[in-house]
């Protein structure tokens, strides 16, 4: 089965800075990959989603980037904001109903 | 928030007693799932559903059944045979229509067993 390795398991950054947080998955046939946050108590949220015809998508201050070749993914958040810390979740699916396989979670920590 | 439900928030438990998660959506989404969440753990998948009266197993199905006898509603059923199932329980629901992907997420459901 698919597996997703997600690095690194926290991340403190001063604010304003940028943050990258990277993943891995072991499964070629995956070609759906999300990025959830979650706050603590709360449900993880879809941040932004990329599919594996696409090598790069924006929204605002966030970007997924994908190399399917390396099977590799990145989220990057630019100019973060003390709203920005939770933790973000990585996953994997080759679309359709099937679920997702989750990274273990970056806990990200905005300094002021 | 969307339109997915789960009930109770907290559930507390002694062990060999069975419990059944409420889950609940009326989004009209096809697919249905549970997710377990332990700390530094991420999510991991039970079960899932694509439609009615039909279920799969996920990475972590033993100890675990679910039911689909509605389009609105997958109830996950924790057995006495579950080892650890003090966890966070997660459920969610996607569309299938137009080739959406996205898993939306309810509030989750505490369980403490002891």
């Known amino acids: 089965g698919e597996n997703v390795e997600q690095h690194p398991s926290t991340l403190s950054v001063q604010e304003g800075d940028s943050a990258v947080i990277k993943c891995t998955y072991s499964d070629s046939a995956s070609n759906y990959f999300p990025w959830y946050k979650q706050e603590l108590g709360k449900r993880p949220q879809l941040i932004i989603d990329?599919?594996?015809?696409?090598g790069e998508k924006k929204d605002q201050r966030i970007a997924v980037t994908l190399n399917k070749t390396a099977k590799h993914f990145s989220l990057h958040i630019t100019e973060t904001q003390p709203e920005d810390s939770a933790v973000y979740f990585c996953a994997a699916s080759n679309g359709g109903a099937d679920g997702l396989t989750f990274g273990k979670g970056t806990h990200l920590i905005i300094q002021p | 928030d969307g339109g997915i439900t789960q009930s109770p928030k907290y559930l507390f438990r002694k062990e060999g007693q069975n419990v059944t998660l409420s889950c609940e959506q009326n989004?009209?989404?096809?697919?249905m799932y549970w997710y377990r969440q332990d700390p530094g753990q991420g999510l991991r998948l039970i079960y899932y559903?694509?439609?009615?009266?039909?279920?799969q197993k996920g990475d972590i199905a033993e100890g675990y059944s679910v039911s689909r006898e509605k389009k609105e509603s997958f109830p996950l059923t924790v057995t006495s045979a579950q080892k650890n199932p003090t966890a966070f329980y997660l459920c969610a629901s996607s569309s299938l229509a137009g080739l959406s992907y996205e898993q939306y997420f309810g509030p989750g459901t505490r369980l403490t067993v002891t």
């Open positions: 989004l009209n989404h096809d697919a």
């Open positions: 990329i599919r594996s015809n696409v």
């Open positions: 559903s694509q439609i009615v009266n039909d279920f």
